[in-house]
């Protein structure tokens, strides 16, 4: 045998599963299709990155309609971790029992919040969270403040926060992942959306494989792509097959971790079909790939014409007053916090605008983001067409989502932004990705037990965003490390005990 366990991905789920299984001794292969991103001076262009699209992989996916389309979903060392807003919020307790939403019911969670706070807890130390407790009316008990104060408001976003504080809404701090100092020495921008090649966001690279590869047991193969699973007579996944620079391989080991992001890992279950599982393997449910979630969300711009934005990176504020109710029957409508700064360039290659325009609007607004759930539907799926992935998204409860923009933008101009803009985010872009071998109980409706373990094969445990069973309305990060330690745990007092 090649391997103890092999993580297939380096990105949230993978790298915090290696830094908790790695002190084990036991030895660990991560198997990586990226590189490492290195530090050009792409990294801080704002229109190399968004209007160029130079970070973004030389593929295409099919979407529901087969019409194919260049995916803003990142393959490096680190995975989409590595341009993330580094938001690392707690789903709310209410997330984990069923909601009735204006476009549907949520169907709650196999485990409830209090089984999830401890790994909440410990995952917050692990990537060193900012925040501060307390102002939020939507937080969960939390048996601990966080590691670190919150990172501090430039001036105009305290001035947003006396205003919204004002007209009496509740913006708290939005809990991060980011070394301010040390970020902002690389160069004055802010970090959403920028690649980390500095080390001053608490990315998976920099927080998971770092502590992972201290251990001589760990080795990461970078450049490797996982094109096959190999199931054994008896259920086991036996081997996993490779492609790297040096060609095809195929490595053995005792127990395999699958963290390719909820696209990657459905789509590599899929094409691991073999005659005793001619539907994919892990799919005895028929429900891998399926359930497929991402964020109902919105760019909104509060523009005042004659008050300058001169913040560089903004995104250090949140508004959950509308994360529960709201809706016309009190239904939840979502989650409101700031966008990273859109700088001119930015907002013209997103809104297709004169760079000049751009600027002068750019200047004078402050960017919010506004987040609504998306609910599962077996229909909304990930499935394989003549071996290329097909994303059919079936977006879900857009209502909510029309009305907490509309209920910001009325908020936003009665605290004094008279020109309110507001843009829905591009459908292909599937930044916040999940579902597709959610977790359950019932191995006939779920691809994975409440720990993470295939239900179909022991040996295989799925450790990245697609086991999750709601996609709340909360930024996905903190709680697929979470759910990652709280695997690793498993796998330590079981498996290898
Ligand atoms: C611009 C942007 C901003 C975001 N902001 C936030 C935020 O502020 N807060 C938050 O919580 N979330 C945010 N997210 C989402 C967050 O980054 C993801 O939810 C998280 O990284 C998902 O973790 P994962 O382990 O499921 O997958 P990923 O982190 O995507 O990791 C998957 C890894 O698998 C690798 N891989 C894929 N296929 C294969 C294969 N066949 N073989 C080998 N390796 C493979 C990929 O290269 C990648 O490294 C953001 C995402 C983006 C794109």
Redo the contacts with the bound molecule.
Sequence with gaps: MDADLVI???????ATLAAALAPSGKRIVI????ERIEDTPEAIDGYAIHGRGVFRPDETWLDGQDQPFSP?N????????K???????RYRESDFSPIRHMGGTTPGWPITYAEMAPWYQAAEEMYQVRGQLGDDPSEPPHAAPYPFPPVPDEPEIADLRRRLSGIGLHPSHLPLGVDIERWLERAKIGW??YPNTVGGKMD?ETIGIAEALKHPNVILLTG???TRLECGDDGRIVALHVKGARGPARIEAGHFAL????V?SAA?LLRSADGAHPQGLANRSDQLGRNFMNHNCSAVLAVHPFRRNRSVYQKTLMVNDFYETGGPKGEPLGNIQMLGRVTGPILAAGAGLPLMLANLISDRALDLYAMSEDLPDPESRVSLHNGQIRLDWKRSNWEAHEALVARLKKELRRAGYPIVLSKPFDRRTP??QCGTARMGRDPGSSVVDIHGRAHDHPNLFIT???VLPTSAAV????T?AALSLRAADHIRKGDWA
């Design positions: 297939i991905g380096s990105g949230m789920g993978g198997v990586e299709a990226g803003g990142f393959y490096y060392v680190g995975g989409n971790s341009f993330y807003g580094a938001v690392l919020l959403d959306g998976a490797t792509r996982a963290a390719a992001g909820a990657n590599l930044s916040h990245d965003a697609s930024n996905p990060a903190l697929i």
